[in-house]
């Protein structure tokens, strides 16, 4: 999964303008940014996204520059900053090649930028492949080409609308998660407590169950209340749940996983529940404690990548 939304979002937004596309098509070492970043270049010069955190954005600018004005796609190499070595260099040791493309029909197509962000809304990945020789990208797997995953963007269902949550969803926003409270107390559930997050009063089974949890989304249930946590776990478990977590001591755990295992789901099923959440870093308060837990959130993401 790479955090290219913003790239997605504004080749909507200058539609009709010429641009190019610059993606990092491999990676060695400690590159600064995964295979499959973009950044999209406008005529004008602006540009959104980062294909190495700064180290060769001023000469993939240019490049992109000479592909606006008409140049064929073609490949960047870039490695570490020495006499021996290219030009513009990565400080950090790494090498990457990036693809420099024409956004058009020679290139990547403007309409896969649509489909990206359809399949996106309906909570699915989308696959686009990318013929390194001639710059152009179309839909699908194709082997011995360039294969570029476009994963929905990640979100956190929060079960239970205690202390935890409030900085847990907090946190999850700082890293590009998207938070959504669920709980159906209403005095625990207010904007007041979680200003400018998604609230949402239902019960947690139903409320799971109708945001279709894929493998972009987590459902963490914070309350200690059975009634509300383990109908919420039950409908992660139906769903393929990106990563399904739960508060509680080892003891409190394993309970709980006999009530599940009762209600049908398998070993295998009720493995997928990572619990006590979070990552052991010796958490003392909430704040660490959610700490833990988006920690726990983000190696489960990536476990599955």
């Not at 290219?86 to 400080?91: E, I, S, T």
């Not at 202390?163 to 590009?176: D, E, F, K, P």
């Amino acid at each position: 999964m790479n955090d290219n939304d913003g790239v997605i979002g504004k080749a909507a937004e200058w539609r009709g303008a010429r641009m190019a596309l610059a993606t990092v098509v491999s990676t060695w070492g400690s590159a600064p940014r995964p295979r499959g970043s973009h950044m999209i270049v406008h005529e004008d010069g602006r540009f959104e996204g980062s294909i190495s955190g700064g180290c060769v954005e001023t000469d993939v600018l240019q490049r992109a520059a000479e592909v606006i004005a008409g140049r064929p796609a073609h490949l960047e190499h870039y490695g570490v900053a020495d006499g021996d070595a290219w030009a513009v260099g990565l400080p950090c040791g790494g090498k990457i090649s990036v693809l420099v493309q024409p956004v058009g029909a020679d290139g990547f197509d403007p309409v896969l930028f649509d489909r990206i962000a359809a399949e996106s809304g309906q909570g699915r990945a989308l696959t686009l492949s990318t013929d390194l020789e001639s710059g152009v990208t179309r839909e699908g797997i194709i082997d011995g080409r360039f294969n570029n995953r476009y994963d929905p963007p990640r979100r956190v269902l929060i079960v239970g609308a205690v202390q935890i949550a409030q900085s847990l969803s907090a946190l999850a926003q700082t890293i590009g998660v998207t938070p959504v409270i669920i709980d159906p107390r209403g005095r625990f559930l207010t904007e007041e407590r979680f200003p400018g997050v998604v609230l949402d009063d239902r019960w947690p089974d139903e409320a799971v169950a109708a945001r279709s949890p894929g493998e972009s989304t987590a459902v963490v249930t914070l309350s200690h209340d059975i009634k509300i946590d383990d109908p919420a776990l039950a409908a992660a478990l139906r769903a393929p749940t990106g990563y399904i977590a739960a508060l509680g001591s080892r003891k409190s755990h394993a309970a709980r996983l006999e009530r599940l295992a009762g209600e049908g789901f398998s070993a295998e099923d009720l493995a997928r529940i990572d619990g006590p959440a979070g990552l052991d870093i010796g958490a003392v308060g909430a704040a660490e404690i959610a700490l833990s837990i988006a920690a726990g959130m983000v190696a489960g993401f990536n476990a599955r990548r």
